[in-house]
Structures are given as structure tokens and as C-alpha cells.
């Protein structure tokens, strides 16, 4: 979460390219970060791709792992991850599962840069997620993705890393 794991050129030579025009919300509207975004409509599913692509790209650009849709201002249970050189388009997201154990490390969040925060998270877990077309898999995540995992889907449910720590960090 910290450090920039992206190679971006995989990721933007292998996809369409699509011009991003969302920008991560920071001061222009703070409120849609802290409220819990809704489920996806999968019936308007190449919207819901285009957008899933959009976010990528913005995440990318900035050089993070993963990126909710709340964080561009977009209310939809929605958020994009890329982690050991693997793309994920997480909707309607949810973890059926996880370990009892939990590990501590520092996490950043695009929209809070320069932040870093101190965070408990399930060492693995099963997530359950959809793709543009409302298909659902599961996966069982550890490392870097079920951490990413987690702090995005806190995300879409109004939580930021400031809450599960409960203070600030520089
Ligand atoms: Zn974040």
C-alpha cells in the first residue's frame, strides 16, 4: 500500500486506453467519503466497466494499489485494485471469510497523501466479488491483496484509515 508496486506499462499496454477524467476527491467534497456507497446496477454493465477502467487509469496516475469509487466521487459499491501484477474490478465486494489473526502494518490512501497509518488487518480472507457483468467469484486473498482488499472495501462503506486507527499518523 505503501510503496508503488505498479508496472505501469503492463497495465496500460494490455487495456484499452481510455482517457481518465476522474480525479480523487480530497478537499472539493470530503462528504462521499464517509458515506456508505450503494450496490451496483448490473444491468448498465458496460458503464460499469468503462468506469471500473477510468479508476484504474486514476489509480495508476497516482501510483496507488487500489482506488474506491467513492474516492472519485462516484456512489457505487465499486473499487479497482492492482496487486502482484494482477488487475482486479471489485463490485459489490464482501469478505465471507477470514482468519482469526490479525497483522499490523502501516497502509497510505490516495486521499490522504503523505499520510501513513498504523492498521490491523486479517492476515488472509475469502473475498466474494463481481465483475461489470454482476458474475461473482470468490477468491481467497492474503499479502498485499487481501490488506488492499480490506482498506478499499472499508472505503465503500464510508471507512477510512483514520477510523481503524482511531489517530493520525505522519
Ligand atoms: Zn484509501
Do not use: W
Amino acid at each position: 500500500m505503501v510503496e508503488c508496486l505498479l508496472a505501469k506499462q503492463n497495465v496500460v499496454g494490455s487495456s484499452p486506453i481510455i482517457r481518465s477524467k476522474k480525479y480523487i476527491i480530497m478537499e472539493l467534497d470530503p462528504v462521499v467519503l464517509y458515506q456508505k456507497c450503494q450496490p451496483t446496477n448490473f444491468s448498465k454493465s458496460l458503464a460499469n466497466l468503462r468506469l471500473a477502467q477510468r479508476m484504474v487509469q486514476t489509480m495508476i496516475r497516482e501510483q496507488g494499489v487500489g482506488l474506491a469509487a467513492n474516492q472519485v466521487g462516484v456512489d457505487i459499491r465499486l473499487f479497482v485494485m492492482y496487486v502482484d501484477g494482477e488487475l482486479f474490478h471489485c463490485f459489490d465486494p464482501e469478505i465471507i471469510d477470514h482468519s482469526i489473526d490479525q497483522i499490523m502494518s502501516r497502509e497510505g490512501c490516495l486521499s490522504f497523501p503523505s499520510e501513513q497509518c498504523e492498521i490491523p488487518r486479517y492476515r488472509t480472507i475469502r473475498a466474494r466479488y463481481a465483475n461489470a457483468n454482476g458474475h461473482f467469484q470468490e477468491r481467497d486473498l492474503s499479502g498485499l491483496a487481501a490488506r488492499c482488499f480490506q482498506h478499499e472495501l472499508d472505503h465503500l462503506n464510508g471507512i477510512t484509515m483514520h477510523e481503524r486507527q482511531g489517530a493520525r499518523s505522519a
